[in-house]
């Protein structure tokens, strides 16, 4: 079997899908299933206004070990229009047995469907939350047009429709009801994160040395992701706790940086919260090493990788109802699910920094529950599913 996923962007800094995409294809690789990704040369997610070409080391860690593709983009860059890109898939496409599509919204996904379609060849969709009914909300004119020029069909003639959790199923379940549904998480590499780095470093990099509870949050800086919540929920533990720090890691691309260091200044904890920017895997392992608590108030999380990540590095987790995990979370008592304010995440958090028994505990069911999402838990799931949609 041969697989082609098409993306807008693998870009590390573009979040959760372009890593995925890296991963399965890793996994896919190490049993034998010969497959490559086709994406634009975008260093930015399509959405912002910056226009620059990926650099190799700003892609996803083990991208030079897959088949990876990069076509340059034109404009209108917001719809990540890529001619070449287009010709490529036109020419290749019949190469495949299966057709993995990205999101729903942008010209790679566009028309890699319709040559798929063109060429007889089955394909299967990964929405990465685009129909949440928070996401529903937003851009409503563009995707209106979007809907009735090519979502719909490009969703009704798909094989299956790919979703990470059995809630992000049921809250896409009122569209195309007829086409199948398969629920497969992406994976993390479990072993790995069971060895971090020196707690040190990133301590004595970001945070001037300071041997404090550190609360981390590791996400894309975004409207979505409730920093805002955090920010405030922090200052009340920081009234508690006054050497606390708060360290958010995550790339700005929607410039809502300077806001939320206003709201922190008004809260009077601008000095003790710290954007990171993209930090290095390095540094990222090294924060999860000295967190005492991972947090993440989203008003909408298709899956929550990150906090996975957080889980299997035996980190203690607080998140919202809306990250689409939380359910399963909850029921095997390996995190903590709170209503997205201020008032419920701080007392969650002020929970675990006060017990060390609470986080230990915590910590090592996470880690249990974590070790499922590995991708060698995982990856005969997803040959299967390309075998389903395949067939």
């Given at each position: 079997m041969k697989v082609l996923q098409v993306i807008p962007s693998v870009a590390h800094r573009t979040?959760?899908?372009?890593?995925?995409?890296?991963?399965?294809?890793?996994?896919?690789?190490?049993?034998?299933?010969?497959?490559?990704?086709?994406?634009?040369?975008?260093?930015?997610?399509?959405?912002?206004?910056?226009?620059?070409?990926?650099?190799?080391?700003?892609?996803?860690?083990?991208?030079?070990?897959?088949?990876?593709?990069?076509?340059?983009?034109?404009?209108?860059?917001?719809?990540?229009?890529?001619?070449?890109?287009g010709r490529a898939l036109r020419r290749d496409v019949r190469e495949y047995d299966i057709v993995h599509l990205h999101t729903i919204f942008l010209y790679p996904v566009v028309t890699a469907y319709r040559e798929a379609r063109r060429a007889d060849v089955p394909y299967m969709i990964s929405l990465h939350g685009a129909l949440d009914p928070w996401q529903r909300t937003r851009r409503r004119p563009r995707k209106a047009i979007a809907d009735r020029l090519w979502v719909r069909r490009m969703l009704g003639a798909a094989a299956v429709i790919h979703v990470d959790t059995p809630d992000?199923?049921?809250?896409?379940?009122?569209?195309?009801?007829?086409?199948?549904?398969?629920?497969?998480?992406?994976?993390?590499?479990?072993?790995?994160?069971?060895?971090?780095?020196?707690?040190?470093?990133?301590?004595?990099?970001?945070?001037?040395?300071?041997d404090g509870p550190l609360v981390l949050s590791v996400a894309r800086i975004a409207e979505n992701k409730g920093h805002d919540v955090l920010i405030r929920a922090f200052a009340s533990v920081a009234r508690e706790l006054p050497d606390?720090?708060?360290?958010?890691?995550?790339?700005?691309?929607?410039?809502?940086?300077?806001?939320?260091?206003?709201?922190?200044?008004?809260?009077?904890?601008?000095?003790?919260?710290?954007?990171?920017?993209?930090?290095?895997?390095?540094?990222?392992?090294?924060?999860?090493?000295?967190?005492?608590?991972?947090?993440?108030?989203?008003?909408?999380?298709?899956?929550?990788?990150?906090?996975?990540?957080?889980?299997?590095a035996g980190v203690p987790v607080v998140v919202s109802p809306s990250v689409n995990l939380a359910p399963e979370l909850e029921a095997a008592g390996a995190g903590l699910v709170r209503e997205r304010t201020p008032e419920a995440f701080a007392e969650a958090l002020l929970t675990l920094l006060r017990s060390d028994e609470r986080r230990r505990e915590l910590g090592e069911r996470g880690r249990e529950f974590a070790r499922r999402y590995d991708w060698r838990a995982l990856a005969p799931r997803w040959v299967e599913t390309y075998e389903r949609a395949a067939a």
């Open positions: 979040g959760g899908p372009a890593v995925m995409a890296v991963e399965i294809a890793r996994a896919l690789e190490r049993r034998g299933v010969s497959n490559a990704i086709y994406a634009t040369d975008m260093a930015y997610p399509a959405q912002t206004a910056r226009r620059q070409r990926v650099r190799p080391d700003e892609l996803p860690p083990g991208a030079a070990e897959v088949e990876l593709r990069l076509f340059p983009a034109r404009p209108p860059h917001r719809f990540a229009y890529s001619p070449l890109l992000e199923e049921r809250l896409a379940s009122d569209v195309v009801p007829h086409v199948p549904r398969a629920v497969v998480a992406p994976g993390i590499d479990w072993d790995g994160l069971q060895q971090p780095s020196p707690p040190r470093l990133f301590r004595e990099r970001y945070l001037g040395g300071a606390a720090s708060l360290a958010l890691i995550g790339p700005d691309d929607q410039g809502l940086r300077p806001r939320l260091l206003e709201l922190a200044a008004t809260e009077g904890v601008d000095e003790r919260v710290v954007f990171a920017g993209m930090a290095s895997e390095e540094e990222k392992r090294s924060a999860l090493a000295a967190a005492a608590a991972w947090a993440l108030p989203s008003l909408a999380e298709a899956f929550g990788i990150a906090a996975v990540e957080a889980l299997a």
